[in-house]
């Protein structure tokens, strides 16, 4: 008895002719990675696109000076305890303020006195005063820099001596409380015993213990107010409310999408060639021979049509910036990779489902 000598082909042969079905356009290759793109990119989008509402959204609630909180006692602060706050986890500045006892009057507008507070060596930080612009003297308002005509480096001469303009800084009237707009902050070289009368902590993210320890900044309670603690700018909200929950759901839905149309377009690309395919294997071309070349072409226009999915996302991330750039490709990138892996699913399906004894039936139905 003999047996049937299965026919082998040499991988150069079957990847051969994976080249010349790409290149004639027998393999539809150029139709499929345009509605690769087009569906598995626009996903991937949606799903970034999520992310990045959702970092504009906390870098403007902090740009707005919301994640910073105020506590009020006047004459009742300790400088230096306020200060320590900011060596806890999630503090990035914190300083304590107080008006000044001493009006002080710059002799160029001696009708004007300008509206002046003391504050610890680093309120500055919580101002956004660089590292290089750290430089010792007083600190003003940009509105009133420019009524003064005044610019770091520069001196102010007032009733109280000559002081150098360390810096400015920018306090725009969209919602902030505190008379900081046009004001002049005049650090101290050291923390004094005097007390002050806010403690300010800029805390992201938000975090409860933080405020509860902004409390025993507080000297002493006289029983008859209490401290207030409130945001600097509560126009968007005493907290921020974050969506994380809804963040995932629509990248896992884009994700599920983005495979249903990676497996649909693989099983499609097979079905599509399913008489050609019939017949290549009722004169002998093994399966195993067909896997490898259909694999190869799907693989080819799944590649380009990634790569052309795949730059809006990066673009969405690069727009946005770091340090949040990777957080909100990578979504994207997920439903981009997913689909990929499920076009090669979806070939393989279709491979299995088609049959040789089915030729004549393909080619009645085609």
């Given at each position: 008895?003999?047996?049937?000598?299965?026919?082998?082909?040499?991988?150069?042969?079957?990847?051969?002719?994976?080249?010349?079905?790409?290149?004639?356009?027998?393999?539809?290759?150029?139709?499929?990675?345009?509605?690769?793109?087009?569906?598995?990119?626009?996903?991937?989008?949606?799903?970034?696109?999520?992310?990045?509402?959702e970092v504009r959204a906390?870098?403007?609630?902090?740009?707005?000076?919301?994640?910073?909180?105020?506590?009020?006692?006047?004459?009742?602060?300790?400088?230096?305890?306020?200060?320590?706050?900011?060596?806890l986890h999630g503090v990035?500045?914190?300083?304590?303020?107080?008006?000044?006892?001493?009006?002080?009057?710059?002799?160029?507008?001696?009708?004007?006195?300008?509206?002046?507070?003391d504050v610890t060596e680093s309120f500055r930080d919580l101002l956004s005063i660089t590292a290089q612009e750290a430089t010792p003297g007083v600190l003003l308002a940009d509105s009133l820099a420019d009524?003064?005509?005044?610019?770091?480096?520069s001196r102010l001469t007032t009733t109280a001596g000559v002081a150098p303009i360390a810096a400015t800084f920018s306090f725009p009237d969209d919602g902030r409380r505190g008379d900081l707009g046009s004001a002049l902050l005049v650090p101290q070289s050291a923390v004094t015993t005097l007390?002050?009368?806010?403690?300010?902590?800029?805390?992201?993210?938000?975090?409860?213990?933080?405020?509860?320890?902004?409390?025993?900044?507080?000297?002493?309670?006289d029983g008859q107010d209490t401290p207030v603690v409130l945001p600097l700018n509560s126009r968007l909200g005493s907290t921020f409310v974050?969506?994380?929950?809804?963040?995932?759901?629509?990248?896992?839905?884009?994700?599920?999408?983005?495979?249903?149309v990676g497996f649909s377009l693989g099983y499609l690309a097979v079905r599509l060639r399913r008489l050609e395919l019939a017949a290549a294997r009722h004169v002998g071309v093994p399966l195993g021979a067909q896997a490898f070349g259909q694999l190869a072409q799907a693989s080819t226009w799944t590649?380009?049509?990634?790569?052309?999915?795949?730059?809006?996302?990066?673009?969405?991330?690069?727009?946005?910036?770091?340090?949040?750039a990777a957080a909100i490709a990578v979504p994207g990138i997920a439903v981009v990779v997913s689909a990929g892996v499920t076009v090669l699913a979806g070939v393989a399906l279709g491979l299995v489902t088609t049959r040789e004894r089915h030729l004549f039936r393909y080619f009645k139905e085609r």
């Amino acid at each position: 008895m003999t047996t049937r000598r299965v026919p082998r082909m040499r991988p150069a042969s079957v990847l051969g002719e994976a080249w010349r079905d790409l290149a004639t356009g027998t393999s539809h290759a150029f139709l499929f990675t345009l509605v690769f793109a087009l569906l598995v990119g626009s996903l991937a989008l949606v799903a970034s696109a999520d992310v990045a509402r959702e970092v504009r959204a906390a870098r403007d609630y902090q740009a707005s000076g919301a994640s910073i909180q105020t506590l009020t006692y006047d004459g009742r602060v300790d400088g230096a305890a306020c200060e320590a706050l900011a060596s806890l986890h999630g503090v990035r500045a914190a300083g304590a303020i107080r008006a000044s006892a001493d009006d002080v009057v710059d002799l160029a507008l001696p009708s004007s006195p300008l509206s002046t507070f003391d504050v610890t060596e680093s309120f500055r930080d919580l101002l956004s005063i660089t590292a290089q612009e750290a430089t010792p003297g007083v600190l003003l308002a940009d509105s009133l820099a420019d009524d003064l005509d005044a610019h770091p480096g520069s001196r102010l001469t007032t009733t109280a001596g000559v002081a150098p303009i360390a810096a400015t800084f920018s306090f725009p009237d969209d919602g902030r409380r505190g008379d900081l707009g046009s004001a002049l902050l005049v650090p101290q070289s050291a923390v004094t015993t005097l007390p002050y009368d806010q403690c300010w902590v800029d805390v992201w993210p938000q975090n409860d213990e933080v405020l509860r320890l902004l409390r025993t900044t507080v000297t002493s309670m006289d029983g008859q107010d209490t401290p207030v603690v409130l945001p600097l700018n509560s126009r968007l909200g005493s907290t921020f409310v974050a969506r994380g929950d809804d963040i995932l759901t629509i990248g896992r839905a884009a994700a599920v999408g983005g495979s249903f149309v990676g497996f649909s377009l693989g099983y499609l690309a097979v079905r599509l060639r399913r008489l050609e395919l019939a017949a290549a294997r009722h004169v002998g071309v093994p399966l195993g021979a067909q896997a490898f070349g259909q694999l190869a072409q799907a693989s080819t226009w799944t590649v380009v049509g990634a790569l052309v999915a795949v730059l809006p996302v990066v673009w969405s991330g690069v727009d946005v910036g770091p340090p949040d750039a990777a957080a909100i490709a990578v979504p994207g990138i997920a439903v981009v990779v997913s689909a990929g892996v499920t076009v090669l699913a979806g070939v393989a399906l279709g491979l299995v489902t088609t049959r040789e004894r089915h030729l004549f039936r393909y080619f009645k139905e085609r």
